[in-house]
């Protein structure tokens, strides 16, 4: 076909029009999707900005609460002194739980005296320390029924407890934005046992945001210290409850343990606290813990779906998490305070409150009896070298036990290198760290805690390279680094449990080839520096291991760090020399005159037998000072 000029000129004229139009519409479609684009992101940062200020406002009103109850308690204080101003407060803080049930049983105190006294001692640690989220005022009001409860074992105790255990029309927040202005519809569990009991909650305690973590600081409250160095952490998650006690502002109190939670804190801010044995479901033979399991399966196995001391009311962060158990426990200034509370908790009150809890009274006879044991000692798990302090803890606790008759033994801990990433930390973060950021969304991150959650944010394939690059130079690290990423499905998530299953048997079984009764063992400490915690996940082999494995295990005070061990502290390697080694040491310097413990530990259900060791160590160590 062919076209004239005068054709090809038409055509060119008709077509002129349409190419405008069609680059008009270009420019129109480029411009509204801009302003679309610019409308987006406006709308984007007015609703995060809002939701801050959401927050900001939430976070305030929960401080506003807590310096109402702070002044209301100052007052309530103050107007009691004024109208007995013979109260001898300084006595009353020296006596020990024992001594003080006892005066209180026999009238030579009363309530309101011990109450009053420790409020006074608690608001003078908590203006130092920032250890209290809370004053609970109705402990003044429970003052005028407690003489209903005058046969309790903790008749007109003061007790603190940690911010996530449930007390009706408080938060339980566990530090984290999301949960504020939620108050509890009723008490937790233990509470309601310990007011039976005769005890007064009277404060709630600080912990970190999120609670996986052995420091103690949330964006709500702010960060606790150490009652012994105030350039040092409380330790965590019960880092509120370590710090209130170890600075005198109560004699007991209950706190959760995760990997450590309870024992971390008692043993940096120089007390004693127990974890019990935890809930656990699993085939068990009869021969392995005989008289304590309750439901029969076939033949001598028995399935066991049961906790030592009731869970109901104890808010976890995230809930569904099954390789690492968590356990309520008690913190106090010393053993028998300890074994006191666990008598007084496992009551039929708590066994009609909660029925997953196996009815087995706190057998005090087995608590004090005096047969000499075989005892394991550990001194290095392998995967994380202790500190001098830690190590020399050990060694001279171990004199101690063998100069009192007591055999000690080799033990160590079975493939830590293998089941610490595998088993521990893709127990904790499963889901790759999901559930616990969905829970920080809406509200400012803690300062402390920055660097563990970018860990958890960083794309899977992200830490998949990162593990494989690391592999060769630093195998602890890319290990870790793997286990961020969690299960990748429900199949691997089932295999995984199945090996935790394993891992116990394995330990139970190698237990016996020591043939030990009990154990003796490191814990973590000195106290770190603060913003270390979260910058050290290994540290924590020590205490974590026995979560997994769902055994009893207790911290006792031996001594405190020496210029000889900050001395050796400068020539620490560590187990593999990589950068979580280097920060170990600079966490722990500058530790001169901190507290020292030792971990003790014993099968499922023989948290008796676990307490009687704590027991011993501590009176041979008060023994050998005289």
């Not at 908590?126 to 005022?137: A, D, F, R, V, Y």
């Not at 033990?411 to 830590?416: D, G, S, T, W």
């Not at 920055?450 to 690391?470: A, E, M, V």
């Not at 494995?549 to 900050?566: Q, R």
């Amino acid at each position: 076909m062919i076209y004239s000029p005068r054709t090809k000129t038409k055509t060119t004229q008709n077509t002129e029009p349409f190419i405008k139009r069609v680059k008009m519409d270009n420019w129109t479609a480029a411009l509204l999707t801009g302003v679309a684009c610019i409308v987006g992101y406006l709308v984007v940062r007015v609703k995060k900005i809002n939701s801050l200020r959401q927050a900001e406002e939430k976070i305030q009103r929960a401080r506003n609460r807590r310096d109402e109850s702070l002044q209301r308690a100052e007052q309530a204080v103050l107007r009691y002194k004024q109208s007995h101003p013979t109260t001898d407060s300084a006595f009353i803080l020296t006596l020990s739980l024992s001594e003080l049930t006892q005066q209180l049983k026999e009238g030579s105190l009363t309530p309101e005296d011990v109450l009053y006294s420790y409020m006074e001692k608690t608001l003078a640690v908590n203006q130092k320390l920032n250890c209290c989220t809370e004053i609970l005022l109705e402990s003044l009001d429970q003052l005028t029924t407690v003489g209903s409860n005058k046969d309790g074992l903790l008749y007109g105790v003061p007790v603190s407890i940690k911010e996530n255990l449930a007390f009706k029309n408080h938060d339980c927040s566990c530090g984290v934005i999301i949960n504020l202005d939620q108050p509890a519809e009723k008490d937790s569990v233990l509470v309601q046992v310990l007011k039976k009991q005769g005890a007064i909650p009277f404060v709630k305690t600080n912990l970190p945001q999120g609670l996986l973590s052995c420091d103690c600081s949330n964006p709500i409250y702010g960060q606790t210290v150490n009652p012994h160095n105030p350039q040092k952490t409380s330790g965590g998650s019960t880092g509120g409850e370590g710090a209130l006690i170890g600075g005198g502002g109560s004699l007991l109190g209950i706190g959760t343990d995760l990997g450590g939670s309870i024992r971390i804190p008692a043993s940096f801010c120089g007390i004693c606290g127990f974890k019990p044995t935890a809930g656990r479901l699993r085939w068990v033979s009869f021969s392995q813990f005989p008289g304590k399991l309750l439901y029969i399966a076939e033949k001598n196995f028995y399935l066991t779906f049961c906790v030592m001391i009731s869970s109901q009311g104890v808010c976890p962060t995230y809930r569904g998490q099954k390789s690492v158990l968590s356990s309520p426990g008690p913190m106090a200034r010393d053993v028998d305070s300890l074994a006191l509370c666990m008598q007084a908790l496992l009551c039929d009150h708590m066994f009609s409150l909660d029925p997953t809890v196996p009815p087995l009274p706190f057998n005090m006879e087995r608590y004090r009896t005096t047969k000499p044991l075989r005892i394991g000692c550990l001194e290095n798990d392998g995967y994380m070298h202790p500190s001098p302090s830690m190590a020399r803890g050990v060694r001279e606790v171990k004199a101690l036990l063998e100069q009192a008759g007591h055999t000690l033994v080799p033990y160590h801990p079975l493939k830590m290198d293998e089941i610490f990433p595998e088993l521990m930390v893709k127990g904790f973060l499963a889901d790759g760290g999901t559930s616990l950021l969905t829970k920080l969304k809406g509200g400012p991150e803690d300062p402390c805690l920055k660097g563990q959650f970018h860990r958890y944010r960083l794309p899977k394939w992200y830490k998949t390279i990162h593990s494989f690059l690391l592999k060769s130079k630093s195998p602890r690290v890319s290990a870790n680094m793997r286990a961020l990423c969690g299960v990748r499905s429900v199949p691997e998530l089932w295999k995984q449990h199945a090996a935790v299953e394993d891992y116990i048997q394995e330990t139970i079984a190698h237990w016996r080839s020591c043939n030990i009764d009990v154990l003796l063992c490191p814990v973590i400490g000195p106290a770190y520096n603060l913003f270390y915690c979260s910058k050290i996940p290994t540290a924590i082999s020590y205490t974590v291991v026995y979560n997994l494995l769902n055994f009893p295990a207790g911290v006792v005070t031996v001594s405190t760090v020496t210029a000889k061990d900050e001395e050796e502290l400068k020539h620490y390697k560590g187990c593999y020399q990589d950068m979580w080694d280097k920060l170990f040491k600079e966490a722990v310097t500058g530790g001169e005159g901190l507290p020292v413990a030792v971990q003790c530990v014993a099968l499922p259900w023989q948290d008796e037998l676990c307490l009687r060791l704590m027991k011993e160590v501590e009176q041979l160590v008060k023994q050998s000072k005289k």
